[in-house]
């Protein structure tokens, strides 16, 4: 609970004091700046909204039952592979790619995660947490998974919401208090220049 308020008001007076560092001349009255602040408002309040349903899903799976499994495969994807894995994981972003399986009333599930892995960053950073992740969640470890009663196919290894969705939340409030206070700011120019007209 204190990351998300610390995600929501760290923010808004980070772009409180920048604007006030910036300056009156910025957020005078400037009619062809409105429209691309309206957008970054918009833009701003989407993330923000799915930033919140994020964390409040992941929040609710904290809450899901949890059984023990066992990890079948540990490999970095997003780099050539060796010979016998399949070519497609050699495509897209380096993330861990840690594949595992549960049992759930004595019917086998089958699960993969890449264990909350940001997926974004410089590649040999990428490449770094993606080794360290695949060394501490290695072949024939036992987990805890955390499955979905309504669906036990659904599951997660790490339930919890993860820093990305805290700062996707953090950076939707960023944008959302700059819009405000330029649309907010050249109101109030508007009114005082038609006020002396």
């Not at 957008?39 to 349903?53: E, K, N, P, R």
């Not at 940001?118 to 036992?142: E, I, R, Y």
């Not at 659904?154 to 959302?176: A, D, K, N, Q």
Request: contains cysteine; glycine residues 6%.
């Amino acid at each position: 609970m204190y990351v998300l308020i610390c995600s929501i008001f760290l923010p808004i007076s980070i772009a409180w004091v920048l604007s006030l560092c910036i300056g009156q001349r910025f957020f005078s009255y400037r009619p062809k700046l409105r429209i691309p602040f309206y957008c970054l408002l918009i833009i701003g309040l989407s993330m923000v909204f799915w930033g919140y349903t994020s964390i409040k899903k992941r929040i609710k799976m904290q809450q899901w039952p949890k059984v023990e499994g066992l990890i079948t495969r540990s490999l970095i994807q997003g780099i050539k592979q060796p010979v016998g894995i399949e070519p497609k994981l050699e495509e897209g972003r380096t993330l861990p790619r840690v594949e595992y399986t549960y049992s759930i009333e004595g019917k086998e599930y089958q699960g993969i995660s890449h264990v909350n892995a940001p997926g974004f960053g410089p590649s040999n950073t990428q490449m770094q947490t993606a080794n360290k992740l695949v060394k501490f969640w290695h072949k024939d470890k036992v987990i805890q998974v955390w499955y979905n009663p309504e669906n036990p196919a659904e599951s997660h290894l790490i339930p919890g919401p993860t820093w990305v969705m805290f700062v996707r939340l953090s950076f939707g409030m960023i944008l959302i208090t700059f819009a405000c206070l330029y649309l907010f700011t050249s109101q109030k120019r508007q009114k005082e220049t038609s006020n002396k007209i």
